[in-house]
């Protein structure tokens, strides 16, 4: 039996680190090199919200199908742009029905997959199943609720109902999580108002559930106390009928400004904080630690300045008044993300250690000596691999940044009603027109989206659902 000498089995194991640590380099960088050819989904969402804003809703639908076609794990998130342009397009049933089926998948998502949770350790959060934002979650329903609105459907009371019990799901979990914390996160949810308003219109409608009606605008008051209308409509339920004689009531809901995104930025701080505890460490530590060269990439929410701060509404010609905010989705996207900012540095940072652990342990294991060539073909695996991070930026790219309402008691009878752009100094920008049919007795639903100077798409007046009948 031949017996290697030391020589040689010192040889072999010195090839067999070498060829390991090689390979290791290599997929690293090529990990580098096809992650910098990437783009995030920021990016991708850019040519369909320049597409939609500009009033282009083919050219939007084709941007989108595109990445539907490529982007599987972003499939949720542009279904719920396609629900968007659909309304927009006129066609409130079909956003309804993909509005639904992105509530239930994120309702599937909402249970942690440990799976992914590891593999987005070793990656990015990216390869994370998208279970949607607190804020996006209530919205949906929103939108669900304004979407039957218009196609004439039964169920937004029902949809309101489920905005209402979602978003106390997500407060009850959210002060779980931080009761023994600082509670600020939990004050920066606050119940959105839209849910009980709807409740309360839909009410108002018959003479017998008034004392529901009133019930819910008290509901709005609170929740939102800086809705302009919020005193006049309880007055209404309180001491007035809920329309006269003759009458009906048309409510005009405003899709106002380009909602919140997700756009990647650099941890400054939290990198340099890295990079010095590196160099500790690698002072006192027998191996290379890798350097934390490449930045600490992470999701933050971008707001717009809105071009226009309402909408008035002009009947037969005459100045009838103008919108008012309902939902601050842009104030609610910012304050729930400043909630969750601890742990989105923390998920970020865990990452970067668990990335040099792996790297660390694997020296110890192969007994790599430090400042040897080996040594530093892994901290260029290291510094390659943590290049491959990107920030997680999916997000609902399509929403209002308000959504806005004007309720005015008209004649039975057809009207003219003609929306405008408005802003403190006056009404600018190009007006859009439609008419609507008042029915006695009940309500008639106008919307309109402006997310800069012009509406995008169609009118939608619950009113054609009436001429069809």
């Known amino acids: 039996m031949n017996i290697p000498s030391p020589e040689c089995r010192s040889a072999v194991a010195s090839g067999s680190k070498r060829r390991a640590f090689s390979c290791c380099s290599r997929i690293a960088v090529l990990l580098l090199l096809f992650n910098c050819g990437c783009s995030t989904h920021f990016d991708r969402l850019q040519p369909i919200r320049t597409a939609f804003f500009d009033g282009n809703l083919p050219m939007a639908q084709e941007a989108l199908a595109k990445e539907l076609k490529k982007r599987k794990g972003e499939q949720d998130v542009l279904m719920l742009d396609q629900a968007v342009i659909e309304l927009a397009s006129g066609r409130p049933k079909d956003a309804e029905r993909i509005l639904r089926q992105v509530r239930d998948r994120f309702d599937e998502l909402e249970g942690l997959d440990a799976g992914k949770e590891i593999a987005s350790m070793l990656t990015d959060d990216q390869v994370r199943p998208y279970a949607g934002e607190d804020y996006e979650k209530v919205l949906i329903r929103a939108m669900l609720s304004l979407s039957n609105l218009m196609s004439g459907g039964g169920d937004a009371g ?17 002060e779980e999580k931080y009761k023994e914390e600082d509670q600020s996160a939990v004050l920066a949810y606050k119940q959105v108002a839209l849910g009980p308003y709807i409740r309360g219109m839909l009410a108002e409608e018959s003479p017998l559930t008034l004392n529901d009606a009133l019930r819910a605008r008290v509901q709005v008051a609170k929740w939102e106390p800086n809705f302009r209308d919020a005193k006049v409509d309880i007055h209404r339920c309180e001491h007035e009928v809920a329309m006269h004689s003759g009458h009906g009531a048309l409510y005009v809901f405003a899709l106002v400004g380009r909602g919140p995104i997700k756009q990647e930025t650099a941890e400054v701080p939290t990198q340099a904080a ?7 460490f690698d ?6 630690v890798t350097p934390t060269l490449a930045p600490v990439k992470i999701p933050r929410v971008v707001n717009f300045v809105p071009v226009a701060d309402c909408v008035s509404v002009q009947i037969n010609g005459e100045m009838a008044g103008k919108t008012a905010t309902l939902v601050d989705i842009g104030e609610m996207a910012v304050q729930q993300q400043q909630a969750h900012f601890p742990a989105i540095i923390g998920r970020a940072v865990a990452r970067r250690v668990i990335k040099k652990g792996i790297l660390y342990g694997a020296q110890e294991m192969a007994d790599v000596q430090k400042g040897s060539l080996l ?44 929306l405008r752009p ?15 049919r008042i029915r006695e007795g009940r309500h008639t639903y ?7 100077s012009r509406f995008v798409g169609e009118l939608l007046t619950s009113s054609r659902e009436y001429d069809e009948e």
């Not at 029902?158 to 959210?174: C, E, F, G, R, S």
């Not at 890295?274 to 500790?280: E, G, K, P, S, T």
Request: net charge negative; hydrophobic share 45%.
């Open 274 to 280: 890295l990079l010095v505890a590196d160099r500790i």
């Open 422 to 436: 408005s802003q403190r100094q006056g009404d600018f920008g190009t007006p859009a027109q439609t008419k609507v």
């Open 375 to 418: 040594s530093l073909g892994v901290l260029a695996a290291g510094v390659a691999w943590e290049a491959t991070e990107s920030a997680d930026t999916r997000c609902w790219g399509l929403l209002p940044d308000t959504i806005q309402v004007f309720r005015v008691e008209l004649p039975v009878g057809e009207h003219t009603i003609t």
């Open 446 to 452: 106008l919307l309109g989206n402006l997310p800069t």
């Open 283 to 288: 002072a006192l530590g027998k191996r290379n």
């Open 158 to 174: 029902a949809y309101a109902l489920q905005m209402v019990d979602k978003q106390q799901q997500i407060m009850l979990a959210v």
